[in-house]
């Protein structure tokens, strides 16, 4: 949440500023107060709640919350309230960063070392409901508190009414904020050192091994609680995913349909522009053509009109010149009496007619050349009437790729408006889902809070447990030196493995915790050897490992080399418990192979170099590329409810399938993916079980199993096998310098794993 809204003043002042001039005097009645509370030296929560109403009731105010800064996890806590209500209480119940849990401004405050004031909150939409009714608050102030440098917490105070606070209050709260930061520290220094004065004394606990006993108990009842908390926090997580995962799906499938309609509409515009230019082109085409053919026309016309007037007229001429010449022939005749007297004349005539003659027949020449002319004129007009006909015919092929393209900007058309519908539906159901998503958020954010505060309970009374359980057994120790004292050390060494017995989970790793005896006389190899005898003589412990010397006078320890023939040999010994060095050749394709052939006793792990031993948990192994069910199968004969496993693997499916499985019956799995993941986990926890898969690369498989092995408590193991037979990465492990503190004799191996 970022403070900088716009509906949402803030003013901001340094807590340690000079006072200004004119501002509000120091309190000194508070101040007064807060001496007094520190010098009392009273309960915590009493004196921290006292001094928080002291200034609420001198600021003015109607409420007011202190919140204490935890700095290993970043996160505020409430301390002391006065007047909240109960939202506002739930919102200031655990502050942490980045919208993750809480009001978040009273962190931010702390964090940039600035007092917020917040004028008019009940208009603001990022300010909880401090008050009942919530429509009375005016003024919020959210003070941060330091030691120095250190963040100790942050003040709240809420007025109502005509009530407001403005930056000359922070400024007269700066010593009173001195003081009161003076008293939280000697409040959390005072915290657990020393119990309440006047708190009733607690009730006598029963003593003896019934004391140990209910605290193995309650520490048992403690873990089930912590790992089904875990598991219901694991399940939460999960939950939460897929719902990402789904809303990321819808995401992307409104990306596609967004695409999908960006293509059409690009598509679209491209033919309609085409069309246009089309039609555009076809148009000036047509006015082209028409205007061609209107210029040609009107010229041919005139052309015809000018050679028909020039015919008539040569017409006109020629009838004028016969009529002349037949008027001439008649006249010529008639004056045939006198063809002497008008020789010269019609001489004269004759040489006229000759010339009109040779007229008419220019004239004659004249018209048959127009007549070639109109001919070659009518069949250009033909000509222009084919390329007219050509044009029509291209202006219907124009209509008809118009009509073929309209139909497909239709169909483009109610595409797009498919399209549309469709993504307004998946718009509909993404707000559906991001309403359920939202619902659902603030429901698994509220439960996993809840988890969260009473997995923190749980830690705090298992730890409390933890310091009981100490004190207890320093108070047998005590109790079993006077009884040796008195002479009744039998009896004590008979009651003490009931007395310091570790809690039911813990228990099935007794091997794991075994270290070197301190005392002189070590049990020689004859004594371990008869603890695996059983009474019908029959041997109660297998040896699988290729290298001699565990070989023990007048015992019945049956030792067997790794190989395919060994399941038949231990099937003969049924019910015997297995001690298996691990870091020799093919000893654990021999355990699988045990397994398969129906065995179905204990077997221990142990790594043997010569005498040296480093004694294990229990070990399972199965083959490479095994299903979830296998896998189960194997956990079920290590692993008990309650118990906290870490899996290291990369085959997702599968190890998610199990961790699912082995939530619904109560234990609480971690994953890791390589080396790295592991070590993070196990800085952070102690498992009871570890899944390791030797299909790792060796430098992963190798440090995982040396961190195991060298742990202080070493948990059981079910091993994957990769291509080898995973006898390396456990000679790895045995050669780490952190495994050396754990070395014990064969003997003692022996006399761990028989007994």
Same mark, same amino acid.
């Given at each position: 949440m970022s403070v900088a809204h716009p509906d949402v003043i803030l003013r901001s002042a340094k807590a340690t500023v000079t006072p200004m001039p004119g501002a509000v005097p120091e309190p000194a009645a508070l101040i007064a107060r807060l001496e007094q509370l520190a010098g009392d030296g009273g309960p915590p929560e009493e004196t921290l709640e006292a001094a928080l109403r002291s200034v609420v009731e001198e600021m003015g105010a109607a409420a007011g919350a202190l919140c204490l800064y935890d700095g290993r996890q970043d996160v505020l806590r409430l301390a002391a309230e006065v007047g909240l209500s109960d939202e506002g209480c739930r919102q200031l119940r655990s502050v942490r960063a980045n919208g993750s849990g809480g009001w978040e401004i009273p962190l931010l405050g702390l964090r940039n070392r600035r007092a917020y004031l917040i004028d008019k909150a009940t208009?603001?939409?990022?300010? %909880?409901?401090?008050?009942? %009714?919530?429509?009375s608050m005016r003024t919020v102030a959210c003070v941060p508190l330091y030691a120095g440098p250190n963040p100790l917490g942050t003040l709240v105070l809420v007025t109502s009414g005509a009530r407001v606070f403005a930056e000359r209050d922070v400024h007269a709260l700066e010593r009173p904020l001195r003081l009161l930061g003076a008293l939280i520290e000697a409040v959390r220094r005072r915290s657990g050192a020393e119990r309440p004065a006047g708190a009733p004394e607690p009730p006598r606990e029963p003593e003896g091994g019934d004391r140990v006993q209910l605290l193995i108990a309650s520490l048992a009842a403690t873990e089930r609680e912590r790992a089904r908390l875990a598991a219901a926090l694991d399940a939460a997580a999960d939950e939460r995913a897929e719902q990402l995962r789904r809303e990321g799906a819808i995401e992307a499938r409104l990306a596609e349909r967004g695409l999908e309609l960006e293509r059409v509409r690009t598509r679209l515009g491209e033919v309609e522009a085409a069309l246009?230019?089309?039609?555009?082109?076809?148009?000036? @085409?047509?006015?082209?053509?028409?205007a061609e053919r209107a210029g040609r026309d009107g010229a041919e016309r005139e052309r015809l009109e000018a050679l028909e007037a020039e015919i008539a007229s040569l017409r006109t001429a020629g009838a004028a010149a016969a009529e002349a010449l037949d008027t001439e022939r008649n006249a010529r005749v008639?004056?045939?009496?006198? $063809?002497?007297?008008?020789?010269?004349?019609?001489?004269?005539?004759?040489?006229?007619?000759?010339?009109?003659r040779d007229e008419a027949a220019a004239r004659e020449?004249?018209?048959?050349?127009?007549?070639?002319?109109?001919?070659?004129?009518?069949?250009?007009?033909?000509?222009?009437?084919g390329r007219h006909a050509a044009a029509e015919a291209a202006v219907v092929e124009v209509g008809a790729a118009r009509t073929a393209v309209e139909r497909e900007l239709a169909a483009l058309r109610e595409r797009q408006a498919a399209a549309e519908a469709e993504i307004t539906a998946l718009r509909d159901e993404r707000a559906r889902a991001a309403t359920v998503l939202a619902e659902r958020?603030?429901?698994?954010?509220?439960? +996993?809070?809840?988890?969260?505060?009473?997995?923190?309970?749980?830690g705090a009374a298992l730890d409390d447990l933890r310091h009981e359980r100490a004190a207890l057994e320093a108070e047998v120790a005590g109790l079993r030196a006077r009884l040796a004292n008195a002479g009744a050390r039998p009896a004590v060494d008979a009651a003490a493995?009931?007395?310091?017995?570790?809690?039911?989970?813990?228990?099935?790793?007794?091997?794991? @915790?075994?270290?070197?005896?301190?005392?002189?006389?070590?049990?020689?190899?004859?004594?371990?050897a008869g603890a695996a005898v059983r009474a019908d003589g029959s041997a109660a412990l297998v040896i699988l490992d290729a290298v001699p010397g565990w070989e023990v006078a007048g015992g019945r320890v049956q030792i067997l080399a790794p190989g395919p023939d060994v399941a038949r040999a231990v099937a003969r010994a049924a019910g015997a418990t297995v001690l298996a060095n691990v870091a020799r050749p093919q000893v654990l394709p021999t355990l699988v192979a045990l397994r398969a052939a129906g065995s179905t006793g204990e077997v221990r792990a142990c790594l043997a170099d010569g005498n040296d031993v480093v004694p294990l948990g229990l070990v399972e192994a199965v083959p490479a590329g095994v299903d979830a069910e296998q896998l189960l199968a194997a956990l079920g004969r290590v692993a008990t409810r309650g118990s906290r496993i870490i899996t290291a693997g990369g085959d997702v499916d599968v190890l998610m399938s199990v961790r699912r499985t082995l939530g619904t019956r109560g234990m609480s799995v971690s994953m890791a993916w390589d080396a790295h993941q592991a070590a993070d986990l196990l800085v952070m926890m102690t498992p009871d079980v570890? *899944?390791?898969?030797?299909?790792?690369?060796?430098?992963?498989?190798?440090? +995982?199993?040396?961190?195991? *092995?060298?742990?202080?408590?070493?948990?059981?193991? *079910?091993? +994957?096998?990769?291509?080898?037979?995973?006898?390396?990465?456990? @000679?790895?492990?045995?050669?780490?310098?952190?495994? $050396?503190?754990? *070395?014990?004799?064969r003997a003692e191996a022996l006399r761990a794993a028989g007994g």
């Open positions: 208009e603001s939409r990022y300010v %909880p409901p401090l008050l009942e %009714p919530a429509a246009v230019a089309e039609v555009e082109r076809r148009e000036a @085409a047509e006015r082209t053509v028409a008639a004056a045939e009496t006198a $063809r002497e007297t008008e020789r010269d004349a019609r001489v004269a005539a004759e040489t006229d007619l000759g010339t009109a020449r004249e018209l048959r050349a127009l007549e070639a002319r109109r001919a070659a004129a009518e069949a250009e007009v033909a000509e222009l009437r958020r603030a429901a698994a954010d509220a439960e +996993i809070d809840d988890l969260r505060e009473r997995c923190a309970a749980a493995p009931e007395a310091v017995a570790d809690p039911p989970d813990a228990a099935t790793h007794a091997l794991g @915790a075994a270290t070197p005896t301190a005392e002189a006389n070590e049990p020689d190899a004859a004594t371990a570890a *899944v390791v898969d030797l299909g790792l690369s060796a430098r992963d498989a190798a440090a +995982i199993l040396g961190r195991l *092995v060298a742990a202080e408590r070493v948990p059981h193991l *079910v091993v +994957i096998l990769g291509d080898g037979d995973g006898a390396a990465p456990f @000679a790895s492990a045995l050669a780490s310098p952190g495994v $050396r503190g754990r *070395v014990v004799s």
